[in-house]
């Protein structure tokens, strides 16, 4: 078992930054890679960026490159999301889910998620 927990919503305005931390606990969780998705209303789930254990291997979707950046820290067990330049469309609850599927962008390959973080962009 694999638990999750995100934090660093919040209300930010256009051009702004955020970072979003995923809290990573459970007794094989350095056996996971994990990622970060988000959820527009009315939209599907869409795949991010995904990180390696080791933080040797990241992967993100080409819309995100240069924007987010992926990372994390084994010391506290948390995984981050870097968000730049932030736009209105990036308004969406992110979501930090755990795969042991080598850096996947397909949702069904995760088996832990967390409950998600609110990031509202306003205009």
């Known amino acids: 078992q694999v638990q999750l927990v995100e934090s660093g919503g919040g209300l930010v305005q256009a051009g702004g930054s955020l970072r979003l931390s995923c809290a990573a606990s459970?007794?094989?969780?350095?056996?996971?890679?994990l990622g970060w998705f988000r959820q527009a209303p009315g939209k599907e789930r869409e795949f991010a960026a995904a990180i390696s254990w080791s933080g040797f291997s990241t992967f993100y979707t080409d819309s995100l490159k240069g924007r987010f950046t992926i990372s994390r820290d084994n010391a506290k067990n948390t995984v981050y999301l870097q968000m730049n330049s932030l736009k209105p469309e990036d308004t969406a609850v992110y979501y930090c889910a755990a795969t042991r599927v080598h850096l996947k962008a397909d949702r069904d390959a995760y088996a832990y998620w967390g409950q998600g973080t609110q990031v509202t962009v306003s205009s």
């Open positions: 459970g007794r094989t969780v350095s056996s996971y890679y």
